[in-house]
């Protein structure tokens, strides 16, 4: 694996470390295709942010560093700076529109809510407790977002939970997977899930992804150093794509902005 365009930065309140040192840990283990990929700045009409982004005013500073850094080690890996984004529709073109105008290259959709965090009503898909009515309002966000035509690829698609009614995640599932590879989008295996035994990658939606054939590539999330190469993840996630015969693609192509 010598690519990852999934990378966070001390900008978004959950994450440590600096650029530099995300980069010298990818470059030092052959890493020569790297992302960055911090949560977008979201301002809501209250005035307030979301806590867990980028700062709408620290965003053009941590476009300018990146860039920097990139030129700074061209020779040695290939480095882009964008954003992950949710899809929501009162949100996106504002969203899209701030993300072109302070110099992103491109786009990952990481769906971490139904509807936005300002609404009284929106969960966070990865503590819905395996809702079934979330998961649907889950994956139409992702599908609708897929549509935009924007997005390099999907960050943990399978982030939402199951229940135990196994019959309906599967449609569901497939409902999205197929989307992916009508539109050639490719869905991310997650490491951040791996690392830290999270409720993603959950075997049944990559068994569902499997059968449908979208196409798969691997994303660290990294949001430590040592993350920036995260060999044992890598272990485990190859397993997977070969116990379920998934369309692995490695390096997705970058839709850029």
């Not at 470390?17 to 010298?24: A, H, K, L, R």
């Amino acid at each position: 694996m010598d690519y990852n365009y999934h990378t966070h930065t001390y900008r978004c309140f959950h994450a440590t470390g600096t650029e530099e040192e995300y980069i010298q840990r990818a470059i030092k283990n052959g890493i020569k295709y790297m992302g960055f990929s911090d949560h977008i700045p979201l301002k809501f009409p209250n005035g307030k942010q979301s806590s867990y982004r980028v700062p709408v005013e620290s965003a053009e500073e941590y476009i300018s560093t990146i860039k920097a850094l990139s030129d700074k080690y061209k020779e040695q890996i290939e480095i882009k700076v964008g954003f992950e984004v949710e899809y929501y529709p009162d949100f996106f073109d504002s969203s899209l529109k701030f993300a072109k105008e302070v110099g992103a290259e491109y786009l990952i959709l990481g769906q971490h809510f139904d509807i936005a965090e300002c609404h009284p009503n929106s969960c966070q898909a990865y503590y819905s407790g395996g809702n079934d009515e979330l998961l649907v309002r889950y994956v139409n966000a992702v599908m609708e977002g897929m549509k935009t035509g924007v997005f390099t690829y999907v960050a943990h698609p399978d982030l939402n939970p199951p229940t135990d009614n196994t019959e309906h995640y599967k449609k569901q599932a497939k409902r999205l997977c197929t989307l992916a590879k009508e539109l050639n989008i490719p869905l991310e295996l997650n490491f951040l899930g791996i690392r830290e035994g999270r409720c993603y990658p959950n075997r049944l939606f990559w068994e569902v992804c499997g059968e449908v054939g979208a196409p798969v590539t691997f994303g660290f999330d990294a949001h430590e150093v040592y993350a920036a190469f995260d060999g044992e993840s890598l272990k485990i996630a190859l397993k997977i794509v070969e116990e379920f015969k998934l369309n692995y693609i490695g390096k997705p192509e970058l839709i850029l902005l």
